[in-house]
């Protein structure tokens, strides 16, 4: 259909077009028949070909271009273009049939100021009315395709597309297999003979997987998304087709109700609300149990807020919300344009998608040396957010992609994730494009030492074993800063790096050795700011010692793992007599952490450091906040408990469940905390510890047992 010539032109074209669209630098009329060409060879990609090369949302802009085009130039729309589809969906293999009413499309909306205008509209249409109060009912906006459904004397008798939104394809015989769709509704318990109701067809985001991965198995093309796989399930030519794609059904509107005599019956119901119930009793699947009501758009946009942030959690793919005028009688009063309906609205969801270019290829250093590629990509905006440096993660990362330098990607940012690279779009590629060579040497290290990156046994990353540089350090200053760790308020991730680059910082430590009298004199600092930053340095000396072990950034040291081991000891020095199994017997500490905390705390270098700290005042004792809750009413409350040797009444696990049961705390290690010492047979070097303590009770098994069962 197209040379591969010719697509790479017309790639170059999009790319150009939306760029200049993103600047408001929008296309003249010169270039409208360009335009064409670009947008039904996406709609080929897209339809055809199921494999777009760009985002839905890139190509709305370039749709809605072409429109505004054609809107200041009429003479210019010609019969074939992409804007004058008419049936939009029609392959001839249906019957085209008339809906009783036309089903039109939504104005969109993007933020509370265009829903205050929408409504603003709406009541300067209705200013006869008088003082009118208007109730908004808020509802999901399906991502599907959108479907009619005719029911005459209870029984559904006819199923369209949309189509062109006058008549659409006649698809009854598909939708008659869908188990969400009734085939008799008892319409005439409201009197209803004919009714014409509006829905969506969409299919579940997790069937829709298991759909591809079955594609995929048999070697077939895969869908683009739910929304064309339902689309194409509709218009299959063997309904068993259909029936197999798992489409369901969601009703949203009645657009029609009437009875033998052909009187209109919609005016029964006074409001949305009403109808969506009714269709709820009637057995649909409908709007229903997730609209809303409310009295104005100020009350009613947080629903909107708290849809677009359950987005990602929600089963089926919405794009938005749909408000609508709450009141019937209103939607009869203003009517519609040829376009859509005056009295709703369509709230959009912020794209989650975007396609750029990838310019250029950083490298970032963690604080335990892992060097992460970073991708610089041209500016786009993504969920709201301007997005420039997406991470590359590591260097297996970039090779299962395929991706290289100079690349145009598809960027996805989908709630509070963080902004990833879906896949590179090959082909927008010309000879530019280079491979992304990962770097053998620490590429942060500016020094001219040389260090050589490692990757260790089992892990995807490459590590710079050995900083020459410094920025290694900083990391575990920023870190250990930051809120959950330390917690310094006011001393931020910049002003770290500022006191860095001043070399005022180079360690840790060095984090309370600020010279305050210096920095009251630095730029944009005064007296007042100085004293409230030495204020909040001091405030952190006294943090829990969970945080003080967190904020050491002990590589797989998670808050979790930290409280468990501050819940243990008494001071942080204790660790240093900790052996790996030591670690491994408590409850949700993992080999791995293990091996990290012992190798830590064996490491010279870092028990310097919190030596340093200790002598510079910072905390090193367990708080109470460190003391996991215990039981209040047990017969070993508020006692400390350590199980040593191989038990015979129950496995350790077990005994230690017990114990926590009677109110005692496990703790791992033999001191002057530890109040009983349970020995099973073979008990070697803890028992001789306790006995060297002499203040800790030495229990056999069977004497344990008789304290917690009394
Ligand atoms: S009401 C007269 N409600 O969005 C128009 N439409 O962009 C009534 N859609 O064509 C539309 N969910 O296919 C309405 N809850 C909902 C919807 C919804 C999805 C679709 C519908 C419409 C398109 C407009």
């Not at 270039?31 to 090369?53: C, F, G, Q, S, T």
């Not at 929408?118 to 991502?143: S, T, V």
């Not at 920095?519 to 405030?539: P, R």
Request: a negative charge; charged letters at 30%; one cysteine or more.
């Amino acid at each position: 259909m197209y040379s591969e010539k010719e697509q790479k032109a017309l790639l170059d074209s999009t790319e150009n077009f939306l760029e200049r669209i993103q600047r408001k630098d929008a296309p003249e009329i010169k270039e409208i028949d360009r335009l064409k060409e670009i947008l039904r060879y996406h709609e080929w990609k897209y339809y055809v070909k199921n494999d777009p090369a760009i985002s839905d949302r890139e190509y709305d802009a370039l749709f809605k271009t072409l429109e505004f085009l054609e809107e200041s130039h009429p003479d210019a729309i010609t019969p074939d273009s992409p804007t004058q589809r008419i049936s939009g969906d029609s392959s001839g293999d249906f019957a085209t049939v008339r809906h009783l009413e036309p089903m039109l499309s939504l104005s969109n909306s993007y933020n509370l100021e265009d829903l205050k205008n929408f409504h603003d509209q709406l009541l300067r249409k209705l200013k006869d009315e008088g003082d009118l109060q208007i109730d908004y009912a808020a509802e999901p906006k399906y991502d599907g395709s959108s479907i009619s459904l005719l029911y005459e004397n209870d029984l559904l008798v006819r199923a369209a597309t949309r189509g062109n939104g006058i008549q659409g394809d006649d698809i009854t015989q598909n939708v008659r297999t869908l188990r969400t769709v009734p085939l008799r509704v008892p319409f005439s318990k409201y009197g209803i003979y004919r009714a014409e109701l509006r829905g969506e067809a969409l299919i579940r985001l997790d069937f829709f997987e298991e759909l591809n991965t079955q594609r995929e198995k048999e070697g077939k093309a895969l869908f683009a998304n739910p929304r064309n796989a339902a689309a194409g399930g509709l218009r299959m030519k063997d309904p068993g087709e259909t029936a197999g794609r798992g489409i369901e059904m969601f009703v949203y509107q009645i657009g029609h109700a009437s009875d033998a005599d052909g009187n209109d019956l919609l005016t029964r119901f006074s409001t949305h609300t009403e109808t969506l119930k009714t269709l709820d009793q009637l057995g649909f699947r409908s709007s229903y149990p997730d609209h809303r009501v409310f009295s104005s758009m100020d009350e009613l946009f947080p629903y909107l807020e708290e849809w677009e942030m359950r987005r990602s959690d929600y089963p089926y793919e919405i794009d938005g919300m749909v408000v609508k005028a709450n009141r019937l009688d209103l939607h009869k009063k203003v009517g519609s344009t040829s376009h859509h309906p005056r009295w709703a609205i369509a709230f959009k969801f912020k794209a989650r998608q975007a396609t750029s270019r990838l310019k250029e290829v950083t490298y970032q250093v963690g604080k335990i040396g892992t060097i992460t590629p970073v991708a610089k990509i041209q500016p786009v905006s993504l969920a709201g957010v301007t997005i420039s440096s997406v991470s590359l993660h590591n260097e297996e990362f970039i090779r299962s992609k395929d991706i290289r330098l100079g690349d145009r990607v598809l960027v996805e940012r989908a709630g509070d994730v963080i902004p990833y690279i879906v896949k590179t779009l090959p082909e927008f590629r010309d000879s530019s494009q280079k491979a992304i060579q990962f770097p053998a040497l620490c590429p942060v290290n500016d020094t001219d030492q040389e260090v050589k990156l490692v990757k260790m046994q089992d892990e995807a990353a490459w590590r710079c074993p050995d900083c020459v540089c410094g920025m290694q350090p900083l990391q575990k200053m920023i870190f250990f800063v930051s809120k959950d760790a330390m917690d310094i308020a006011g001393l931020g991730k910049s002003l770290v790096e500022r006191f860095f680059r001043e070399k005022m910082l180079t360690d840790i430590p060095d984090l309370y050795r600020l010279d305050y009298e210096a920095i009251s004199k630095m730029d944009g600092f005064g007296e007042k700011s100085a004293q409230n930053l030495k204020k909040a340095v001091e405030e952190s000396k006294d943090r829990p010692l969970k945080r003080l072990l967190y904020g050491l950034g002990i590589h797989h040291l998670g808050k979790r793992g930290s409280a468990i081991i501050a819940g243990q000891i008494e001071d942080v020095f204790e660790l240093t007599q900790w052996t790996e199994e030591d670690y491994n017997s408590l409850k949700d500490i993992g080999p791995v952490l293990a091996k990290n905390m012992s190798a830590f705390f064996r490491d010279e270098k870092n028990l310097a450091v919190l030596r340093e700290l200790q002598q510079l005042g910072v905390n090193t004792r367990s708080t109470p906040e460190d003391k996991p809750a215990e039981k209040m009413d047990g017969p070993l409350s508020g006692k400390t408990i350590l199980f040593t040797g191989s038990l015979q009444k129950a496995s350790r696990k077990e005994a230690q469940k017990a114990a926590e049961a009677a109110g005692a705390r496990n703790i791992s290690a033999v001191s002057s905390n530890l109040n009983y010492l349970v020995v099973g047979e073979k008990a070697g070097s803890k028992l001789k510890k306790a006995e060297k303590v002499g203040t800790v009770e030495i229990l056999t098994e069977d004497e344990f047992y008789k304290i917690i069962e009394s």
